[in-house]
């Protein structure tokens, strides 16, 4: 997503001697790929950090060969969250505000062309996970 980030990931690769990989200066929303031209789409939380995920699901099943996987890691929703929590910044940041519900994400998933589509369930996360709590130190002035 930045120049910076491009030149961290071409000094890891060589560090590590891996070769046959390539990095690429882009966004999610508009992946700077051909059609067809991928054997998978990974993502790791940056579903949940995107501002239009109907983009970015469009541009995974564009990018992908006929085939292809999509398979990624993302916070997804039972029920909607309070307008509160969607406009904390943190949670944002933790990918938790920005998430859809299981029903959002396999319409959008049908809607841009994906056929088999299911979501595996590794963890639940209770309402105390994303509540703020208080710290045990005292504010001193």
Known sequence: MTEQMVALGQANARE???SNVEFLLGNI???PLSDDSVDIV???CVINLAGDKTAVLREAYRVLKKGGKFAVADI???DELPEAV???VGLWTGCIAGALTKEE???GLKDVGFQSTEIEEIRTYAS???TPQKSPRKNRL
Do not use: M, P, Q
Request: aromatic share 4%; charged share 25%.
């Open 42 to 44: 990974i993502s790791n």
């Open 105 to 107: 994400y396999l319409s």
């Open 128 to 130: 105390s996970d994303v």
């Open 76 to 78: 997804v929703l039972r």
């Open 29 to 31: 929303e508009s992946i």
């Open 86 to 88: 969607r406009r904390n």
């Open 16 to 18: 590590v001697g891996i």
